[in-house]
């Protein structure tokens, strides 16, 4: 069982910056496939950006895309989340999880799936001021 940290969220004016770190332990963090979701209060938790195990394919919901960057460091059994220009609507609880669905190629499984996920972290909060 992956044992999912996240850190680095805060509070930031809208068009600033945040890194996101989702750091694991309790497993070979690199053959796994990773997501970070979102919640906001009153929302259901969305998909925002996952990376393939090799960290070669990445993908985004269109809300993030261009503005978000995920990226992992194997080696540090860490993966990571760039938001750049931050907007009040990306207020939420951030989430990590791993995927073996993913990890090991299911063809049924889907990077935007949270039901795909079966480990996951306690979040980090990020909050964006207008």
């Known amino acids: 069982q992956v044992q999912l940290v996240e850190s680095g969220g805060g509070l930031v004016q809208a068009g600033g910056s945040l890194r996101l770190s989702c750091a694991a332990s309790?497993?070979?963090?690199?053959?796994?496939?990773t997501g970070w979701f979102r919640q906001a209060p009153g929302n259901e938790r969305e998909y925002v950006a996952a990376i393939s195990r090799s960290g070669d394919n990445t993908y985004y919901t269109d809300s993030v895309q261009g503005r978000f960057a995920i990226s992992r460091d194997n080696a540090k059994n860490t993966v990571y989340l760039q938001m750049d220009r931050l907007r009040p609507e990306d207020t939420a609880v951030y989430y990590c999880?791993?995927?073996?669905?993913?990890?090991?190629?299911?063809?049924?499984?889907?990077?935007?799936?949270?039901?795909?996920?079966?480990?996951w972290g306690r979040g980090t909060q990020v909050t964006v001021s207008s």
């Open positions: 309790g497993h070979t963090f690199g053959s796994k496939a």
């Open positions: 999880a791993t995927s073996d669905k993913l990890s090991y190629g299911w063809n049924s499984a889907r990077y935007n799936n949270a039901m795909d996920y079966d480990s």
